[in-house]
């Protein structure tokens, strides 16, 4: 039975990773109701991947490496446009890309595509959480308020993005190793 639940979970992968160029075109378009649902859809579909992985008792090795690189083309593109329309300063989008290619470039030296920690999946979801408010359409009312939750949650992710690339990159002591 676990075999389904990997194909499925590698296959919302998949999906959340092919919707990362429909999610900027919509942004660019001046389509933010698209853009706002394509970028939830896409963070519930991580959420549902990580429940089936680990439901087929561990995602596939090829899932484990792709997933956290679908998560960066669907936190780069409107975090891009955010920089590009000045709702985010510039500096800041740059240094947490920076460190997204690092810790991409380090997984990808892994075996096993290193899990993401605690403070990694925290910085994730809290970036999710920052982008939605941040692209909340203006029709849909408390436009400005949200938009303003989200620039302030932004800020923390940073700095969970930045510590946890140190927790990431800190060497292990020999008795911590696996």
Do not use: C, N
């Amino acid at each position: 039975m676990a075999f389904p639940f990997r194909q499925l979970a590698d296959g919302l992968t998949v999906g959340r990773a092919v919707s990362g160029l429909p999610l900027i075109l919509a942004l660019q378009l001046g389509e933010r109701p698209i853009a706002w649902w394509l970028l939830l859809l896409a963070g519930l579909s991580d959420a549902a991947d990580g429940w089936l992985a680990r439901r087929a008792g561990g995602g596939s090795s090829w899932g484990a490496r792709l997933d956290p690189l679908t998560d960066k083309v669907l936190i780069s593109a409107p975090l891009l446009w955010l920089a590009s329309t000045g709702g985010l300063p510039l500096w800041a989008v740059w240094l947490l890309l920076a460190r997204e290619l690092l810790i991409s470039g380090w997984r990808s030296q892994t075996s096993d595509g290193a899990p993401a920690s605690r403070g990694g999946k925290l910085k994730t979801i809290l970036q999710f959480l920052s982008l939605l408010l941040l692209l909340w359409p203006p029709a849909w009312g408390g436009h400005a308020a949200l938009v303003i939750l989200g620039w302030w949650l932004f800020w923390p992710s940073l700095l969970l993005a930045l510590t946890s690339a140190v927790g990431y990159l800190r060497p292990r002591s020999a008795s911590h190793r696996s």
